[in-house]
């Protein structure tokens, strides 16, 4: 009897890197892992892991995620098709579109809110217990009034432009602003300016929906030294500044949209990728610079990386890309049952390294 052989691609040496350096982040404390990875003329997805603790169900490849703060950028880039459209002028001031909103926002400019230089408190440093508040509220709805006066009810932590400090309160006030100079939600513009053309099927914005739709992994958080199941939750509490659901697929579709020129013309795209200087950049990892919802990213290349990372209850997500769109990675990776330490956020930053850089 003759056998037939089947011949199987091969895997690439990149291709191999990207695994073990996907194997690693699990052995240093995730659940389970996505890592899509496009360079040159190759492109491929590798999981790792388990997508839900005490089975052996893996990773789906093209698994839904929460992907919390990399709204920012479609948010962003919402508000400069409007600057773009002459609704809204980024040096102009938060009272000149809210007024009453804040108690100092006539100090306060839209730009100092989309690059966190404008020294709000962050309504989520109120929260206090994550692990049992995380319990006792996790389906409750948030409106974003209530949080912003949190910030507002606070002192400016320090001169709006002088110094940068990551604030979600930022982007809350941002969903208003467009609301207010369109007359409709953020969620309506981002859909309808961002999602249909680009046609991201697999992209929602989800409001007060605690299910992650279609297939996904579980997501953990550490509570009383053991993990719970936190994949359900109200993203309220996320909105504007983190609520939307994605996958690795979507978010390299949109990266590649928005350097490609077919999200933003020049102008607004430039004011986006005006970056902070570095040395006004602290405490956030791989970011050397911050422009407008987007940041530079610092690697072991010297490349030209914009992109943005981010991190909810139960799930971590990275994605950039360079400039010229030669290197792209997204990394999205599930929360299990061990602590998510320094030795796996070092596993994250030489996975991504390996991947772009290598």
């Not at 986006?272 to 610092?298: D, Q, R, V």
């Amino acid at each position: 009897m003759t056998q037939t052989t089947v011949d199987r691609p091969a895997v690439s040496a990149l291709q191999q890197a990207v695994q073990g350096a996907a194997d690693r982040l699990v052995e240093a404390g995730a659940a389970g892992v996505q890592f899509r990875v496009a360079r040159g003329d190759e492109a491929f997805v590798v999981t790792s892991g388990i997508a839900e603790l005490g089975t052996d169900k893996p990773v789906p490849a093209d698994g839904r995620f929460r992907i919390s703060c990399i709204t920012k950028p479609f948010v962003s880039v919402v508000v400069l098709q409007l600057v773009a459209e002459g609704k809204i002028v980024l040096d102009d001031t938060v009272e000149s579109y809210l007024p009453g909103l804040l108690p100092y926002g006539e100090k306060i400019t839209i730009r100092n809110l989309m690059q966190h230089t404008s020294g709000l408190y962050n309504y989520m440093d109120s929260f206090q217990k994550p692990g049992d508040r995380f319990l006792r509220d996790r389906y409750k709805h948030y409106e974003p009034a209530d949080l912003i006066a949190i910030a507002a009810a606070k002192p400016l932590e320090f001169e709006p432009g002088s110094k940068f400090a990551y604030c979600n309160t930022n982007y809350f006030i941002i969903g208003l602003l467009i609301e207010k100079v369109t007359g409709r939600s953020y969620r309506t513009e981002i859909t309808e300016r961002v999602l249909e053309p680009l046609e991201l099927t697999e992209t929602v914005l989800p409001g007060d929906d605690p299910n992650i739709p279609g297939p996904h992994a579980r997501g953990y958080m550490q509570i009383g030294g053991e993990p719970v199941d936190v994949t359900l939750m109200n993203p309220s509490e996320a909105g504007c500044a983190g609520e939307i659901i994605s996958t690795t697929r979507d978010l390299d579709t949109f990266f590649s949209a928005l350097f490609s020129g077919k999200l933003l013309d020049e102008a607004e795209f430039t004011e986006m990728t005006t970056a902070l200087p570095p040395e006004m950049i602290e405490n956030l990892p791989m970011g050397i610079g911050y422009g407008l919802g987007i940041m530079k990213l610092e690697n072991d290349a010297d490349l030209d990386l914009w992109g943005h990372g981010a991190g909810i209850p139960g799930y971590a997500t990275f994605a950039a890309t360079t400039r010229d769109l030669s290197a792209r990675v997204q990394l999205s990776f599930t929360i299990g049952d061990k602590d998510f330490g320094p030795e796996a956020e070092q596993a994250v930053i030489r996975g991504v390294n390996i991947a772009l850089c290598s």
